[in-house]
């Protein structure tokens, strides 16, 4: 650090040249980004929310009635009328998020201490971090046809298995795994099952709803208990905003945590200090583009 102040201009023409090396959205030289520029409305909404800290609601309760409310209006595009969960940092903060809740879960209710996870093995990296973290073990399920085999699912199920995870729009090649058979198959078995539509969750609705022949991937399949949707993917929300919607409140309930200093007695997400403004910015560009909008944005995505 600098012994004295130094002028903004300085600083800001230090700031440019760096900045310069990035790579630009609108310079055609990004050909593969899961992210795009964010829409300058939300960046507008999240400039105007810099300070707001959902890590204590208590003090910004208008920004956590948003926070709400961005929850709800996504859980409305996942087919569920009351959902729980948080706008977090991404996709990775968001299956994280999601693992703890299934093993917390699987700890209370089934007694399971080392539990497994069943993961295809086109998921994202993300989960290899959830488990080193939660000290789960990942089982592999085989692919068929680049999606998750249903067969292997069946055979990897155990008296360790805490959740079974599938995917909604891979990273790689934007598939969607047989979800509707798996959800039976939770269901059925008691577990906890994960959807990660951290890259599909803001195109798989529309799309479905423009007529294209796509599997139903939500809320709407009684096995599945949460789902990963990522505003910064698909939805040109400002980065970083991640979203994990869970089916029910007592998923958040089994990772609260007492939280002595803050307005509110308990704190479920992983961060502690955490940006309201991720939650404006993503309730403003949902509303300012509504379906209709993210339908035609859509649309010439397809045609293009
Ligand atoms: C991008 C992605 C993630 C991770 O999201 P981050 O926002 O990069 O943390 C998780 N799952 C899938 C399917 C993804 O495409």
Known sequence: MDEKPIDKHIILDELNELKDLDHDYSDGRILGSMCTKAHP???EVYYKFLDANLGDPGLFKGTKIIENKVIESIGELLSIEKPYGNIVTGGTEANLMAMRAARNHARKYKGIVDGEIIVPQSAHFSFKKAADMLNLKIVEAKLDNYK??????KQLISDKTVAIVAIAGTTELGLIDPIEEISKIAHENNIYFHVDAAFGGFSIPFLRDMGYDLPVFDFSLEGVCSITIDPHKMGLAPIPAGGIIFRKEEYLDVMAIDSPYLTVKTQST????????ASAATYA???YFGKEGYSNLIKELMVN
Not at 148 to 153: M, Y
Request: glycine letters at 10%; a positive charge.
């Open 285 to 287: 560009i949902m509303k």
């Open 148 to 153: 998750i085999d249903v067969e292997s699912i």
């Open 41 to 43: 409305f939300a960046k």
């Open 270 to 277: 992983i961060v502690g200090t955490r940006s309201g403004a």
